[in-house]
């Protein structure tokens, strides 16, 4: 999935190399950042090199380049190298992948008592989804709408995005890519706002969106998730596959 990766930023671009797939913003201080490498011990460092200086052309002076580093990504010691080479860790991430029909006894039926998810179709509901995710993780907004609004514009019947309202206000927003031909959707977002955590907002999301990836012919999902949802991705049958860290650099 890594290597056939699309972009998933609006107006970005993928491209690739022998050593390395990459994604382009569309401007300076959009993402950029290299999501898949095929290196070893002799040519890691030049390649690292390489892309420091692709993208440090690109996005000048204030821009940033981020690797999205796997745990089995070679050579081993490729989170090191890219420190050396100024690269600042993030906090780390596990990718976690169940199979779909292992999991819908887990999931529930509904949302909690409360709650209702919303369908994301319109330009007003980019901007409760931006009003969530300002909620939920402190920031990143502008570039959720941006997203959306995206979608919305190139192909609706994809967006795949829903809102989950509570007390009339949007408490937590998800989304969901599928990945034709390998079987795999991808699970994204579904932070909630601190004071509607623990109540079982995350579960019905994974849930709804999981039907949905079924009805699609999905026969996987996947997840990039923090330490706060791995216990619930646990209980529910999803799998740790391994550990995803973002090395940021910035010109």
Avoid: N
């Avoid at 200086?53 to 050579?75: I, Q, T």
């Avoid at 596990?94 to 039926?109: D, K, N, R, S, Y």
């Avoid at 079987?183 to 995350?202: K, N, V």
Wanted: charged content about 20%; overall charge negative.
């Amino acid at each position: 999935m890594r290597a056939a990766a699309e972009p998933d930023e609006p107006g970005s671009r993928v491209e690739r190399s022998a050593a390395v797939v990459r994604q382009v913003g569309a401007s300076p201080r959009d993402w950029h950042g290299v999501l898949y490498s095929q290196l070893d011990a002799d040519t890691a460092d030049a390649v690292i090199s390489a892309e420091i200086a692709y993208f440090g052309e690109l996005v000048g002076p204030g821009g940033a380049l981020e690797w999205k580093l796997y745990s089995h990504d070679r050579p081993a010691d490729l989170g090191a190298r890219l420190a050396a080479a100024g690269f600042r860790a993030g906090e780390p991430e596990t990718l976690f992948v169940a199979e779909i029909t292992q999991l819908a006894a887990g999931l529930p039926e509904a949302p909690p008592q409360g709650v209702t998810l919303r369908a994301v179709t319109t330009a007003a509901d980019a901007d409760l989804v931006a009003e969530a995710t300002e909620a939920a993780f402190g920031g990143g907004g502008d570039r959720a709408r941006a997203r959306v609004l995206a979608r919305l514009a190139a192909d609706p019947e994809t967006v795949w995005t829903w809102v989950a309202m509570a007390d009339g206000r949007p408490v937590s927003a998800a989304r969901m890519l599928v990945h034709p031909g390998t079987g795999f959707a991808s699970l994204w977002g579904g932070g909630t706002a601190p004071e509607w955590r623990g109540r079982g907002i995350y579960r019905s999301l994974v849930a709804h969106r999981m039907r949905l990836a079924a009805a699609l012919g999905c026969e996987f999902l996947q997840v990039d998730a923090t330490d706060q949802s791995r216990p619930i991705l646990e209980r529910l049958g999803f799998r740790a596959l391994s550990v995803t860290t973002p090395y940021e650099y910035h010109f």
